[in-house]
């Protein structure tokens, strides 16, 4: 089992820039693949960033450019720098793993983009 805390969440005015940070509670590896989703009101969830395998990064188009996923594996933490904001960044933000074939999300971080 292991259980994702993401933190870093909030309020921010259009242009402005949010750090989410995930901390898992057991070692991970780079070849677990690790990312960050998210989930507008009344949309599906849908994919922001992630590291595929190794070091590999996968952007959603809406995003290139303005956010950047890194992770730090001795802390069991992965980050997404999130800069430029929209109000249509507006959303719950969610980590997730896949853990040696077995997936786990944390339990989300609400970003507000609004003036």
């Known amino acids: 089992q292991v259980q994702l805390v993401e933190s870093g969440g909030g309020l921010v005015q259009p242009g402005g820039s949010l750090r989410l940070s995930c901390a898992a509670s057991r070692r991970i590896f780079s070849t677990n693949t690790l990312g960050w989703y998210r989930q507008a009101p009344g949309k599906q969830r849908e994919l922001v960033a992630t590291f595929t395998s190794g070091q590999s990064t996968n952007y959603a188009d809406s995003v290139k450019g303005r956010f950047t996923i890194s992770r730090d594996n001795a802390k069991n933490t992965v980050y997404l720098q999130m800069n430029s904001l929209k109000p249509e960044d507006t959303a719950v933000y969610y980590c997730?793993?896949?853990?040696?074939?077995?997936?786990?999300w944390g339990q989300g971080t609400q970003v507000t983009v609004s003036s």
């Open positions: 997730k793993l896949e853990y040696w074939g077995v997936i786990y």
